[in-house]
């Protein structure tokens, strides 16, 4: 018997091994390329429906839908929120590849509403604290000088901060600046500002959008710990020449958008200019001495090798040059001469193959560069003295996607990162009264595997659970240095090229929960654990040039996070409005901060300069969203707080007595509001309100002479605050024509920001008096006290943009 069965399973083996297209219909592919018509940009989430098998899917992040059908007659019904549905037959007689675009049905549509996936996103996915803004929505919002700016328009967002107008960064959620991983196209950026942060680095017109996760990030995000913003730019699905651009006060930009092979091989192309040593001295008086020039760029490559492969290459090239008077510490230089040097170099390969069913593998190698360098001239001289360092960063990563239903999805992968770190070299040139020092580089190892599952098992849960596991490893060449009991220095231990000087090893659970009140009302809860093995460490309000990047060590152990949050969601007017709130509370440890009296410019062993503390953030959200209308906008209000505590034996370690005291980012109560008034298909006009209370600084607790000199004495960090911070902007977008069909497009943008002339000191600073009497100016402080604002009051600026197809 048991013979037979064998005999009788290979005579099935051999049957299908026969060719069986006699006998059965033949399989072939039906590939989606989904875009929107004006702007080529490919549409996430798209609904197809194919009928009469009365099956179908959606598109991935790529805009692309693939399935397997038999060979016959297809009727597919491809549908978009905000957009005409199409309906489109087909004869399926070999393997298809189709584009469809798609076409806006309402323009008084917000476009935040457009590129929606689905009605009540908001409410039926478990995510919290995810921000998923539409370029088109965050070029509304009034911003400095005309400029439009990422940074500064999400600032505008709940949880979001800046440190004030001229800041390195956003502080999210009451982290540090260093604490967000900022993605552009998938490459880390180090340095998103031009100017100390006038303006961010990133192109605008190659935007397509901006995703912001400040609670359960995903798991395959690593290595920040207060939140991912991840900036993507637009994939040049395009089969017609396009150009667009614009010219302001500060800068022009220019994209050119074109298909090199015809639906194989596709391009775009944008810089952007500006020159800004005439406007600095009219209209900021502060930087009247400042010399100033930036240039950005993208280019971005798209090849389509076939209906399952496409390939992309991104190059991203950011530079500053200016010339800033600022305190430097290094004798017989020309402080008003100080110049200062940026650049970021980064590069992204990405192949995506779609496989059938809706599955996908993404693979990522990614290489970015950050090289400051600062140039010091010499008095009476012609000698110019250099400070340079680096970072680059290499990462392979392959995630594999899978949308098995509408009830469950997953994704699994793995990401190598390298860092090498240049903490900084200082060439002295013909200084014969300095020293020539170059630091050693820091060479480090981080390696993860994380997979990630989202489920529905009924129709009012939702749950998202993900797992991060990540090995950190900072490898020799290292020169560490062993300290006694007492934590005096004993010697140096030096580790040869490869050797594990320290290694981490640490899981990193995320979990998000929703459940469904009602169909329009829903509560989340979400929990992240992630780690961060690479800070920067500086002892100002925001970071310079002189700023050090950091690896762990056995000193200075990775930053932790532990992340909690519960939130409350309610739709009404069928999604048009959206109300929200969210608590968070965020337990970290091993936060980097400064020592009292520290310097570590070319410090050799920096653990000696700072300390490590715990910290506690926790706040509430409140967010009103309007998303349809002639009148559109959001009213966000923050009550948070930011809190840092030593425990250190050593009192040269301790802050504040090893008490609690608040961050550079505690700014306790935060109200912001955009309104747009839509008054016709022409002209738009937008008002945005800003309003937090003043960040915290350091005031001196008193003063004693020493050989004429008043000397402060500081016993308390962030001791006090600034005045409370508020403003309002104006914006008016005037537009000749909104018809899609129209090939040259051309609107003006005029803006007022800070439009009733607030005056918002950024910080306070303490110098002697030489002197002089008291005054205002002194603030009535023994010292010689003045408030520096560095855009003092109302800008006026006008843009002209435009658009050729």
Request: net charge neutral; charged share 20%; hydrophobic share 35%.
């Amino acid at each position: 018997m048991k013979r037979k069965n064998i005999i009788l399973v290979l005579i099935q083996g051999l049957f299908f091994l026969v060719p069986l297209s006699p006998i059965l219909a033949q399989e072939y592919s039906l590939t989606l390329n989904v875009v929107d018509l004006e702007s080529s940009q490919s549409l996430e989430g798209v609904t197809i429906l194919i009928s009469p098998c009365n099956c179908g899917g959606i598109t991935n992040a790529s805009g692309i839908f693939s399935k397997r059908l038999k060979g016959g007659n297809y009727n597919l019904i491809v549908e978009y929120l905000g957009y005409g549905s199409k309906e489109i037959k087909i004869d399926l007689i070999n393997n298809q590849s189709f584009k469809v675009e798609m076409m806006i049905e309402d323009e008084q549509l917000s476009e935040v509403v457009l590129l929606a996936k689905k009605r009540n996103q908001n409410i039926e996915t478990p995510q919290m604290g995810v921000l998923e803004l539409n370029i088109s929505d965050l070029i509304k919002v009034p911003t400095v000088m005309g400029e439009f700016d990422v940074l500064k328009s999400i600032t505008l967002m709940a949880g979001v901060n800046s440190s004030g107008d001229l800041s390195n960064g956003v502080s999210i959620r009451g982290g540090s600046l260093d604490q967000n991983l900022m993605l552009y196209d998938g490459a880390p950026v180090f340095n998103p500002t031009h100017l100390f942060g006038l303006f961010s680095v990133f192109t605008p017109d190659v935007i397509s959008g901006v995703d912001i996760y400040r609670a359960n990030i995903p798991a395959k995000y690593g290595g920040r710990i207060a939140s991912v913003l991840e900036i993507k730019v637009k994939n040049p699905y395009i089969d017609s020449f396009k150009i667009e651009g614009g010219i302001g006060l500060i800068s022009n930009r220019l994209t050119i958008t074109t298909p090199l092979i015809k639906d194989k091989l596709m391009l775009t192309a944008g810089g952007r200019s500006g020159f800004s040593d005439l406007l600095f001295p009219l209209l900021i008086p502060r930087l009247k001495n400042t010399r100033a020039n930036f240039i950005d760029s993208t280019f971005k490559l798209l090849y389509l090798l076939n209906s399952y492969n496409q390939i992309t290459y991104t190059n991203f090239l950011s530079n500053d040059f200016y010339q800033l008077d600022l305190i430097s510490n290094i004798e017989n230089i020309v402080s008003s001469s100080n110049q200062y040097d940026f650049k970021t170099r980064n590069h992204t390969l990405k192949w995506l193959h779609t496989f059938e069913n809706e599955t996908n593998l993404t693979s990522r190698f990614i290489h970015s560069t950050y090289s400051p360098q600062n140039l010091f001239p010499e008095i009476d001289t012609d000698n110019i003295i250099r400070f340079v360092s680096q970072i680059q960063y290499t990462s392979l990563q392959s995630e594999f996607t899978n949308f098995t239903n509408e009830e469950l999805s997953y994704y699994s992968g793995f990401e190598i990162k390298r860092y090498q770190i240049n903490p900084g070299a200082l060439n002295p040139g013909n200084a014969n009264s300095i020293n020539p020092v170059t630091l050693n580089n820091e060479f480090g190892y981080e390696s993860s595997v994380y997979a990630n599952l989202d489920w529905n098992p009924n129709p009012n849960l939702a749950l998202s659970a993900g797992l991060r596991v990540t090995q950190f490893s900072l490898l020799g060449p290292f020169d560490e240095a062993q300290y006694d009991s007492n934590g005096l220095f004993n010697g140096v231990k030096s580790f040869g090229g490869q050797e594990t000087v320290a290694s981490y090893f640490n899981p990193e659970p995320r979990l998000g929960i929703n459940y469904k009140l009602g169909e329009n009302t829903s509560v989340k809860m979400s929990y992240a654990k992630i780690f961060q093995y690479l800070q920067n460490i500086y002892n100002t309000n925001t970071p310079l040039p002189t700023s050090r990047w950091k690896l762990s060590d056995r000193y200075i152990t990775p930053q932790k996070n532990n992340t909690f949050g519960m939130g409350l969601y309610q739709n009404f007017l069928s999604s048009i409005l959206e109300v929200s709130f969210e608590g968070y509370y965020r337990k970290t440890d091993n936060n980097l901060t400064y020592k009292p009296g520290a310097d570590f410019f070319l410090s050799e062993f920096i653990e000696k300069e700072i300390t490590q503390a715990e910290g506690k953030s926790y706040g509430v959200e409140f967010s009103l969203r309007k998303n349809l209308g002639k009148v559109n906008g959001v009213f966000n209000y923050t009550w948070s707080r930011s809190l840092l505590k030593t425990n250190a034996v050593d009192p040269i370690r301790r802050i504040n007595n090893n008490s609690w005291y608040a961050s550079d980012f505690d700014r306790p109560h935060t109200v912001n509001a955009t309104v747009n008034f839509e008054g016709d298909r022409y002209n738009t006009f937008s008002f945005n309100f800003v309003g937090q209370t003043g960040r915290p600084y350091t005031i001196a607790n008193g003063v004693f002479e020493s050989q004429n000199v008043t000397i402060p004495i500081y016993l308390y960090r962030n001791n006090s605050r600034l005045p409370t911070y508020h403003r309002l902007d104006f914006s008016w977008k005037i537009a000749y024509s909104k018809d899609p069909e129209r090939r040259f497009k051309g609107d003006w943008t005029f803006t007022v920001y800070n439009l009733y002339s607030r005056n918002n000191p950024y910080n306070i600073y303490y110098t002697q008096r030489n002197g002089v009497q008291d005054g205002d100016v002194f603030l009535g402080s023994p010292l010689g006290a003045y408030e520096l604002s560095v855009l003092r009051g109302t800008l006026v600026s006008l843009s002209y943009n435009f658009k050729f197809q």
